[in-house]
């Protein structure tokens, strides 16, 4: 059984890729090897019976049909694009739909302030119900009587907000 | 884009230089002339029509895009073939990227049973209609990897020499050159309409 070097290097002869030097050899070993030969006689026909193999190949479009696809594309490509603006003004209404929720956090949080430091003002001390105005928005009141201290969470309910920490936002030492 | 000018009895040479310029209605004569060749051979590496028909169109459309970095250097079906070549093998590759390859072809790539096939004394196509051949030669082609389709098609079709194969198909010589010799084989075995299993 040939080897694949020897092999290769029958292919490289019938398509002309073998250096001139070697070329001679390879005719001297064929002369002699039947084995060769059959090897080269059918890599020989191989090539043969692939020759002019699609030359009757059509494309299975009118040449009008094809044309307009294809004209078609180009104009569509050559369309120019919206060009997006890295500096381009930021609308207001992003404005608001950032800052919405952190002047709603601190309205509730001064609201918290003033009662809690003026209780007399307010009812006795009594936080009653405070309002949310986000609904997004939630919020978690722990009151300590004894250390008279108010405790105020708020947390996102959407959970894309930054406030995302544990800790409260805001915490009231009573007077 | 319109131009009704007849483009019929100038040379490419002179439709390419009329497109370079804009005139779409030279670009479509070019079209028009060579829309046959660069759809067999995406067909030859696709084996699959519709797509050879949108892989054709996309490589016309480049074309017009880069039609002047195309200074003559070979023919413009030359030029134009290359480019549906290069489109056609960056569709082969996404495909195998999303498939595994199977056992099968990983062992057809490292020589598989091709090269202990017993050698086809007798020409199989010598006495087979045009019609005929082109059938089972595409019933052969069908079954090749397209790594080994693709090799046979650029030898074979393209004249392409192993170094221009394997810059194009980005791999050595080396693997050019058993690519090509396994493609053959089975090739010749199939058109001989041997099966592996009459090897065991």
Sequence with gaps: ?175 | MKNDKDHSSANDEALVEAAKQGDMGAFEELVARHRDKIYARALSMMRNEDEAIDLSQEAWVKSWQRLNQFHGESSFGTWITRIVINLCLDQLRRRKRRRTESIEEMDEESGGVERQLPVVTTNPTERLERAELRKRIDGALEQLSHEHRTVLVLHEFEDMEYKEIARTMGCSIGTVMSRLFYARRKMAALLANLKTEDLK
């Excluded at chain 1, 290769?8 to 890729?17: F, I, N």
């Excluded at chain 1, 708020?154 to 409260?168: A, I, K, V, W």
């Design chain 1, 1 to 175: 059984m040939m080897n694949q070097e020897a092999q290769l290097k029958l292919q490289a002869y019938l398509d002309g890729e073998l250096p001139a030097g070697e070329r001679a050899a390879v005719e001297a070993w064929l002369a002699c090897d039947a084995e060769a030969q059959l090897l080269l006689a059918e890599l020989q026909n191989t090539g043969r019976a692939l020759d002019g193999h699609g030359a009757d190949v059509k494309l299975p479009e009118t040449r009008e049909f094809f044309w307009s696809k294809i004209e078609r594309e180009i104009e569509r490509q050559e369309q120019p694009e919206p060009v997006i603006s890295r500096h381009q003004p930021v609308s207001v209404f992003w404005w608001l739909r950032q800052w919405v929720p952190f002047s709603g956090v601190a309205a509730l949080v001064v609201l918290l302030m003033i009662l809690v430091v003026h209780p007399g003002q307010s009812n006795a001390g009594q936080f009653g119900e405070m309002e949310i105005a986000a609904d997004s928005m939630g919020a978690d009141v722990f009151r300590d009587q004894e250390q008279k201290m108010t405790m105020v969470w708020f947390y996102d309910r959407s959970g894309d907000s930054q406030f995302t920490e544990s800790s409260p936002l805001a915490t009231v030492n009573h007077q």
